[in-house]
């Protein structure tokens, strides 16, 4: 039975970090926002009664200089007071009851839970003398105003924040749903149903290119695992038939020693066991190649390289090695690596020649081009491609005995990949098989 997800995961998924992540900055944002709209708001109507006190303050000053003092007395609903020199109220409005009210411009004054604002002016009295007329207007209403805003603001913000992380999270999972039922069918993808696919919905979004690319890359996959299980088994099958060989001639050694010919039994043993060093030889080299095994790059001569197989063929003395067309041309590389791609060409061309091999080099377009040539039976125009697969011996140009394991042209491929360039087999002017080699100067 499959664990039930466990709450710390549920908060990791992308579903729950995207809606926490719109939370927090549209709360952010609302936030800011809300206090700014406070402010000004408060800022806008405290500059109303501003304007309001102003404007009354000037007809009660007016008034004050013609008729005197007492005209104040009949003002209701606002605040009003002249003061004479000494802080004594020469005269009030009804509802502004000594004591004196202060006489600073633009005063805040609180009386029985209600806030005024208050504004003063310097008048000359009609019958000699000085006073100042003091002026306030109420902001009740301006703190109603502001109150409700801030009440209205503090609920409707958390009910904004919480729909807005609730669509988050309902628009969110719908997205990810094709996703999650992409993975639920890569999970299900087992190695009993190799050509197993995901559906790729018809939305033609992202998500529809993630099940391409998913479906692309498990292609990929399977038809790596399918060449290695094909590489496994031929490697074992060719490491299985020296090791049967050394095996039975040394059974029959043991149990016929009188008939043993050591010389002969030594021979058997020397030459399988070179064959399986070969072959484990090449197997390393191609698990290198496959792993990027390039070496150092620096600039090689691959001039020098074809001289040495060359002499090497020659050496062998089977048939005639003409490197008459080899010029100088240098290229950036594992010495080591292209040194085994000139080599088993040239052994390639060798093994399977009646008589002739001729190795060519030359610069051509900014690449250095090697051909090898041989005057044997070919290679069919169909079989060109697969010549170069692992383990792959044309029946009318290959043999065990003669041909080897079949690993020498697909290392070759592998190599010359590896550096760039590219390897392609065709017709010889000898009448046999020429391959030709291109890779990029260097150095």
Known sequence: MADAPRPTRRL???RARTTVGAIVVVLAALLVGAAAFVVVLRLVLLDGVRTAAESGLEQASARVEADGAGVVSGY???LVQVVGDGGSVLAHGDDA?????PTADESRWSHDGERWLLVADDVDLPGGGEATVVYGVSLEQTDAAVGAAVVLLAVGVPVLV?????VTWVVTGRSLRPVERMRNEVETIRAARPDARIAVPDTGDEIARLADTMNAMLDRLDRSAEGQRRFVSDASHELRSPIATIRQHAEVAAAHPERTDVTELSEVVRSEALRLQDLVTALLELSRLDEGGIGHRRPVDLDDLAFDAVARARGAGRVRVDGSGIAAARVLGDERVLAGVVRNLVDNAVRHASSRVA???AEDGGRAVLTVDDDGAGIPAGERDRVFERFVRLDEARSRDAGGAGLGLAIVRDAVRAHGGDVAVTDSPLGGARFV?????GG
Do not use: K, N
């Open 162 to 166: 919480l729909l807005m992380g609730l």
């Open 97 to 101: 009851d000594p004591p004196a009210l």
């Open 437 to 441: 080699v291109r890779i990029a100067l």
């Open 12 to 14: 990791r998924s992308v």
């Open 76 to 78: 209701e609903d606002v």
């Open 359 to 361: 190795v060519a080099l």
